[in-house]
């Protein structure tokens, strides 16, 4: 393992390591072929930071990226104005083979690794049967859901921001579960808890989605 290490250039400070597995800072280029190709999105979100799984001495297991939410709006109100900044979204976990607690651990190491403090959020899709297990895994809040809608179509699957201008072509963006979590110290947390401006709800459960 340290080989590896050694080889991506980092040391105890910038490096979770749990059992057989450690999650290290990556670059932007390579979270590519997860994103491209394994993601259902199929398609490149904002990206700020960016972490890898390993595997003892195996390849990249698995990628958790983080950047800034593709809606200004979002970032003012999750908890308000004084904390927009401080705003990241989670947009993309993927993992090669997904194996048990993979992706909790991924999560949670990544989150780790960040600078602080920030307000995470991020959503899991009802159109792909996703109900955000592993951010109840890794005690976010759970603030609902949001209401399915029709966006702009765009070429290529890029996001809806991205669109030519042709208003008459609409297509379906399905309801998500939202999830937030505050990344700081304890005086940290208790202040952007205190901000948040979304209700709070029990978790939900694949079987008792409509």
């Known amino acids: 393992m340290s080989n590896l290490i050694k080889l991506h250039g980092v040391g105890p400070d910038n490096m979770h390591y749990s059992h057989n597995y450690f999650v290290i800072p990556i670059a932007y280029e390579d979270t590519k072929d997860l994103i491209l190709n394994v993601h259902y999105a199929r398609r490149m979100p904002s990206v700020s930071y960016a972490f890898g799984l390993y595997r003892g001495m195996e390849g990249l297991q698995g990628i958790c990226t983080f950047g800034s939410p593709a809606s200004p709006w979002l970032c003012k109100g999750v908890c308000g104005e004084e904390h927009k900044s401080k705003v990241l979204e989670l947009n993309r976990v993927v993992l ?11 999560v949670a190491r990544s989150i780790a690794l960040l600078p602080k403090p920030k307000v995470l959020v991020s959503y899991a899709d009802t159109a792909h049967d996703h109900v955000g297990y592993v951010y109840q895994a890794t005690n976010w809040l ?10 702009i179509a765009t070429v290529n699957g890029k996001h809806p921001r991205h669109h030519a201008g042709d208003r008459t072509k609409r297509v379906y963006r399905s309801a998500k579960h ?6 700081g ?23 008792i989605i409509q």
Do not use: F, I, Q, W
């Open 96 to 106: 090669v083979n997904n194996r048990p607690n993979e992706a909790s651990l991924l």
């Open 142 to 151: 759970y603030t609902g859901a949001t209401k399915p809608r029709t966006d």
């Open 178 to 183: 939202r999830y937030v979590y505050m990344h």
């Open 185 to 207: 110290n304890k005086k940290d947390k208790r202040l952007l808890t205190k901000c948040l401006r979304y209700g709070t709800e029990a978790y939900p459960k694949k079987e």
